[in-house]
């Protein structure tokens, strides 16, 4: 089960790479951002984008967890998204700034969190229908699938002349006493 020490690095490396993959992105041009590169979800911007759907997608089913996080209050102003495609912009500055909101969203969280929360099971509803799953699980997944799609994002930016420099989640971890 993760700790909350666990959660605040994975949130510090999520805002660390998503700085990094955006500001990549910005050393192209739109339309190579834009170029359907036969990636799941398409382009670079349509690969962001998803991540960002995901993103907020769960942090409004984080917003049911018992603990009420008063980091999560801001989360019900941004759009619920459609679907995973749904789109919240197509250049890099919208997303962007939704990324950045984003991102201090889930920093907060990472602070607001205790141990003891992260030991809860949090109902929510999805496609299959109602979900009943240990909320510390849950926010590994989260992390996992921006992680997951960053991967792609940043093969896309790589393969397009990008360079993001080190991706590798072990940059963050301090060095053990």
Not at 31 to 43: I, K, M, T
Not at 152 to 162: D, R, V
Request: hydrophobic letters at 45%; aromatic letters at 8%; proline letters at 4%.
């Amino acid at each position: 089960m993760p700790t909350r020490d666990d959660i605040a690095l994975l949130a510090a490396y999520n805002a660390s790479m998503n700085r990094k993959v955006y500001a990549a992105a910005a050393t192209l041009p739109h339309d190579v951002l834009a170029e359907d590169r036969g990636a799941f979800f398409g382009s670079v911007l349509g690969t962001l984008n998803h991540i960002l759907c995901g993103d907020t997608i769960w942090l409004r089913r984080f917003a049911a967890h018992p603990a009420s996080f008063a980091s999560l209050r801001e989360i019900a102003s941004i759009p619920a998204p459609s679907g995973l495609r749904h789109s919240y912009g197509d250049d890099l500055q919208t997303l962007l700034a939704l990324r950045l909101h984003l991102d201090a969203i889930i920093t907060a969280l990472a602070a607001d969190v205790s141990n003891e929360d992260l030991q809860q099971p949090l109902s929510y509803t999805n496609y299959q229908g109602v979900q009943r799953k240990n909320f510390g699980s849950l926010l590994l997944h989260f992390f996992n699938h921006q992680t997951h799609h960053r991967g792609q994002a940043s093969t896309l930016l790589t393969q397009a002349g990008a360079d993001i420099g080190v991706t590798d989640l072990l940059e963050l971890i301090p060095t053990a006493r």
